[in-house]
């Protein structure tokens, strides 16, 4: 089945950075586009970056010049490079693919305060 497992969240300064990772397994992860989303406290899920299995990119538009969305299909992994944090960045990260129906992975907390 698919399983989908962030992990490098932690605690950062504003400014610092963190890079992400979501490793894939239970379906062709080269075959599909893969999604970071994040949730902040008291707010909505909402999509942060998207990358296509050609490579494609796309950023919210709180995120562009700041973090960098990429993959290795060769180790079934996606990552996310966060420079630059500011504490509005603070939220759980979710990886995600859409197979019909989305999966989700458990999420990796991102805290980002002085």
Do not use: H
């Not at 989700?104 to 002085?114: K, Y």
């Amino acid at each position: 089945q698919v399983q989908l497992v962030e992990s490098g969240g932690g605690l950062v300064q504003p400014g610092g950075s963190l890079r992400l990772s979501c490793a894939a397994s239970g379906f062709t992860f080269r075959l599909f586009a893969m999604y970071w989303y994040r949730q902040a406290p008291g707010k909505q899920r909402e999509l942060v970056a998207g990358i296509t299995s050609t490579g494609s990119t796309n950023y919210a538009d709180s995120v562009k010049g700041r973090f960098t969305i990429s993959r290795d299909n060769a180790k079934s992994t996606m990552y996310l490079q966060m420079n630059n944090l500011e504490p509005e960045d603070t939220a759980i990260y979710y990886c995600n693919v859409r197979k019909i129906v989305a999966f989700w992975g458990q999420g990796t907390q991102v805290t980002v305060s002085s």
